[in-house]
């Protein structure tokens, strides 16, 4: 079946810090890849996205690129700032058996440091 | 815009007791679901629903029932509610041709 993995946190950097989160997937088909974020005390929002191989989802300065031969999406940031602070989720859907309910990773915690 | 809506923000039960997580969303979206978020665990899927009238099973549905009579609607209904049930409970809604999730801001439950 699907399954996503990413790297365990948390991951704790100072402000203006370079970031990647680390993600790989698994998929039986050909699947849309997200990445999610969650600020404290609410739920998921969308991040970014991407459909295809190669396509390159961007938002808020977070960018992840779909690498279909390594079966990841790793999420970037060039810089972070302290309102970075949330736990980002790697998910990816693929339709199969015709339901489009994602499958996510365990999250990964960011921690950024005045 | 609402977006989703979930009932109530905070829960207390003690073992036994049953209630009901109201999930209700305002996007004439085709797709619901029912997640719960543990530490360290992730998000895993308790029910989910392709449309009114259908539902099925997540990764973990014991212990829940769910019912879609409308598209607007989701609840999740814990029968006889255990302290393994201990957890914050989060409603997402889709529909396939955009394929995002949109959730709610969730349900934070304790079983004593």
């Known amino acids: 079946g699907d399954s996503v993995t990413q790297m365990e946190g948390p991951v704790t950097l100072s402000e203006e810090a370079f970031l990647t989160i680390n993600c790989t997937y698994t998929a039986t088909g050909y699947p849309s890849l997200f990445w999610y974020v969650q600020y404290p005390g609410e739920g998921l929002q969308l991040l970014l996205k991407a459909t295809k191989a190669d396509d390159k989802g961007s938002n808020k300065g977070f960018e992840a690129t779909y690498r279909k031969e390594t079966t990841s999406f790793h999420l970037e940031k060039g810089s972070v700032q302290v309102s970075d602070s949330a736990v980002y989720f790697c998910a990816l859907s693929d339709g199969t058996g015709g339901s489009y309910i994602p499958t996510f990773g365990r999250g990964t915690s960011l921690i950024v440091h005045p | 815009n609402a977006g989703v809506t979930q009932t109530p923000k905070f829960q207390v039960l003690k073992t036994g007791q049953s209630m009901t997580l109201q999930c209700a969303q305002d996007?004439?979206?085709?797709?619901m679901s029912w997640y719960r978020q543990d530490p360290g665990m992730g998000l895993r899927l308790i029910h989910y629903s392709v449309g009114a009238g259908i539902t099925d099973q997540g990764e973990v549905p014991n212990g829940y029932n769910v019912s879609r009579s409308t598209t607007e609607d989701f609840p999740l209904r814990l029968l006889s509610a255990a302290p393994s049930q201990t957890s914050v409970y989060f409603c997402?809604?889709?529909?396939?041709?955009?394929?995002?999730?949109?959730f709610g801001a969730g349900t934070r439950l304790s079983v004593l």
């Open positions: 997402a809604s889709s529909s396939p041709k955009a394929n995002i999730q949109y």
């Open positions: 996007m004439n979206h085709e797709y």
